[in-house]
């Protein structure tokens, strides 16, 4: 009878493993979504600023984010409707997660709009908590490339340091690139796989 239980009890801890693992690829759209807004907020920053259009580019951040929320919103009720069951490690990323961007806004939106400090150390904050936020990841979910994509938004921080405020935003397009659009693609594939 022993030899029975301990055979169920390792077969569900085969089973949680392997659907943490599903979830854990299937949330490379998290790393697309967030790689992809930002990319297009830059983008849309730098074509006010081109058109000398200064007072819509809070206008502009605000839309993205937006955006960003909401389509995150709606895809994580899709994997939440899939999944069923939530694990320690999806409930611990998703804290981490949710603490982030609290942090983002605070620091990317508000505390600029509090003229707490110039809109021209916003790229470096948002590298710095993107580095938390991966790196963070990374460590939960024992993924050393997510581990490296946190220290390389680090490093960027360090670097929009010496590049003229005006310009920072544009580190952090490669940055958002390498560090959540790539990871997404690889979580991709590994989800296709497992799929």
Request: hydrophobic share 60%; net charge positive; proline share 2%.
């Amino acid at each position: 009878m022993e030899e029975f239980n301990a055979e169920q009890e390792l077969r569900f801890i085969r089973e949680m493993v392997e659907h943490t693992r599903k979830i854990t690829a299937g949330s490379w759209m998290f790393l697309l979504i967030w790689g992809i807004v930002p990319i297009l907020g830059v983008i849309g920053m730098y074509t006010l600023v081109a058109l000398k259009r200064y007072s819509w580019i809070w206008a502009n951040w605000i839309f993205f984010v937006a955006v960003g929320i909401l389509l995150s919103l709606v895809y994580g009720s899709k994997i939440g409707n899939q999944t069923g069951i939530r694990t320690y490690a999806q409930k611990a990323a998703a804290y981490i997660a949710y603490a982030c961007a609290v942090a983002f806004i605070l620091a990317g939106l508000i505390f600029p709009v509090l003229k707490l400090y110039s809109w021209g150390i916003i790229s470096v904050m948002m590298s710095l908590i993107a580095g938390v936020l991966i790196f963070s990841l990374g460590g939960l979910f024992e993924w050393t490339l997510l581990k490296w994509c946190g220290i390389l938004f680090w490093l960027g921080a360090l670097a929009m340091v010496f590049i003229h405020e005006n310009y920072r935003a544009l580190l952090f397009v490669p940055l958002i690139i390498f560090g959540y659009i790539v990871p997404a693609l690889v979580l991709r594939a590994k989800y296709q796989k497992q799929s």
